[in-house]
């Protein structure tokens, strides 16, 4: 299971947003062009182009909490059946009832398949969402099974920060601005991992290509775990490599 996910505590219910996230999608790859809207899990629209799109973009609903009406904007998800097969949602930045920012992300779940050039897919929507994190990971079945819910495995294969702390690292990191000063840059690079400046952030990758996942998992465990060696002690959840 090949896994994306962007946060973002930037508005994602602009229109520009939403156009820049679904042109990642449908612009690059003929085998990535979204076939299903969905709001929730209701089909609402054949996905056309993305223009078409907007007028589904972030409509506003309506609930009642504590006596009192709030409007909080729907996300959007859009479904693939054909290769390659993949599930998308947005999910919008808001406020909750009580004023707090939720931060908004986009969670991609899709079939592994090294012909799709997901990458430019995680590089082009960490740009449009301007993200705070984000993650693309192809998870080893040493990460996926036999995972309880509420440990660090489990935010590590939900994609999610845990009050504000980083998992682990998958094969591919996006550390927005929150994270950017805790990135040695020069002895990142002098390690031999590929890492580029996005915005106000850095991209980083544990290994050239992500079928290194795939094919070798020992080589790809080891150079994370070099990799995590050059951050602060604490600064992931996770520590330890999983037992192969």
Known sequence: MLRISVITNFDTTNWIVGSQVLSAFSERDSKLIPESLFQWESRIADFENVPACEAHWAQMATMQVQGSKMEFPIGLRWKRKKV???????????????????????IVQAQFNSKIDWFSVFRETCL????????????????????????????????????????????????GEEFAGSVDVDRIAGAGFPIEKIGSGY??????????????FPLFSRRRAELKALFREGFFLIQDEPLI
Do not use: C
């Open 84 to 106: 390659a097969k993949y599930d998308a949602e947005i999910s919008h930045t808001h406020r909750n009832v009580k004023g707090e920012q939720i931060d908004g992300s986009l």
């Open 128 to 175: 449009a969402m301007r993200a705070s994190y984000a993650l693309m990971h192809v998870f080893h079945e040493s990460e996926a099974v036999n995972v309880r819910p509420g440990t660090s495995e489990s935010y590590f294969l939900s994609g999610v920060l845990h009050r504000g702390t980083i998992p682990n690292i998958g094969w591919a990191v996006f550390y």
């Open 203 to 216: 991209l980083v990758r544990v290994t050239e290509n992500i079928q290194d996942v795939v094919n070798d």
